[in-house]
């Protein structure tokens, strides 16, 4: 299926710009499905596209070098991803990959420069995008050096680790992050690091924590 | 029976984005609505959760003290 002026003004980039001002735009772009799993963009490769999700959803991520993931952001269908290596330096700072099957839609840096020198509105789309993206990026680093989110995690597993009158207590992630006042993939990462340490099991729907003592400890609780 | 995530109805807006990454056959999309259907093999993955942009998909996890 071709990409029409529609399918481009239900990108965040295009929104509030007139139809008429988009003709010629859908010849600029590609597109592509990739099957989940997929890797769309790996962090440090050259990449000059501004992709966009259609349909479905891509995972933005840094890897550490012990093969840790980070969860950076979620991208639904509508937003961009790789905006920072398209209007920087060209390498991309982060991998993406996506959820489940999806589209990809995606225009080159070439393309897209010139047709944002004759459209101001979409300039400043982009910059607000981008602009949003930097504010996201600071929470999260926040979040990660000086908030300290494990023991945080820690101490909310602790404090509800009792039965209550309706059997175990049961949290999500979100809670938990709203809990700990920090994002999911946060308290997803806190998660994951407790259980590498064998301070706590992942079992389906259920965490189990194994170390009482080490989880009261990494709470300050002692 | 297995466990299986919640759902509100009320909150879901139909976008499908759960069923593109549920990787068990365990969410349906009939006549723009999601169904949960009861499988063994749901490993509690929580992607169903952390797609959903309405919150109307919840994957919580109990907490339970270890026996040992
Ligand atoms: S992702 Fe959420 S809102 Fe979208 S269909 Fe699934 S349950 Fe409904
Ligand atoms: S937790 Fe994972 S496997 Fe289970 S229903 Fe949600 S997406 Fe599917």
């Known amino acids: 299926m071709s990409i029409t002026i529609e399918n481009l003004a239900k990108l965040r980039h295009f929104a509030g710009v007139e139809n008429d001002r988009l003709a010629g735009l859908p010849q600029l772009f590609n597109q592509k499905p990739f099957v989940k799993g997929q890797t769309i963009v790996s962090e440090g490769d050259k990449q000059e596209n501004l992709y966009f999700v259609n349909a479905g959803v891509v995972k933005i991520f840094k890897t550490s070098s012990e093969g840790k993931e980070q969860i950076i952001i979620i991208v639904r269908p509508g937003e961009s991803f790789n905006d920072i290596a398209v209007f920087g330096s060209g390498y991309s700072p982060y991998s993406a990959q996506a959820l489940g099957n999806i589209v990809i839609y995606w225009i080159h840096k070439n393309d897209l420069l010139p047709f944002m020198e004759k459209n101001w509105k979409v300039a400043r789309n982009a910059l607000a995008i981008v602009s949003e993206q930097e504010r996201m990026l600071l929470t999260l680093i926040e979040d990660l050096s000086f908030k300290n989110v494990t023991g945080r995690v820690a101490k909310i597993l602790l404090q509800n680790s009792e039965p209550g009158p309706d059997g175990f207590q049961k949290l999500t992630q979100y809670e938990m992050a709203a809990m700990a006042g920090t994002a999911r993939e946060v308290v997803g990462r806190s998660l994951k690091s407790l259980e590498e340490n064998g301070v706590i099991s992942l079992e389906r729907h259920r965490i189990v924590i194994k170390n009482k003592e080490l989880l009261t400890q990494l709470a300050g609780l002692n | ?68």
């Open chain 2, 1 to 68: 029976m297995p466990v299986m995530p919640i759902f509100d109805q009320a909150k879901c807006d139909g976008c499908g984005l759960c069923v593109t990454v549920c990787r068990c056959g365990a969410l349906v999309m009939t006549e723009k609505m999601v169904a949960i259907i009861q499988v063994d093999s749901c490993g509690w993955c929580t992607d169903c959760e952390l797609v959903c942009a309405t919150g109307a998909l919840q994957c919580p996890f109990e907490i339970v003290m270890s026996e040992g």
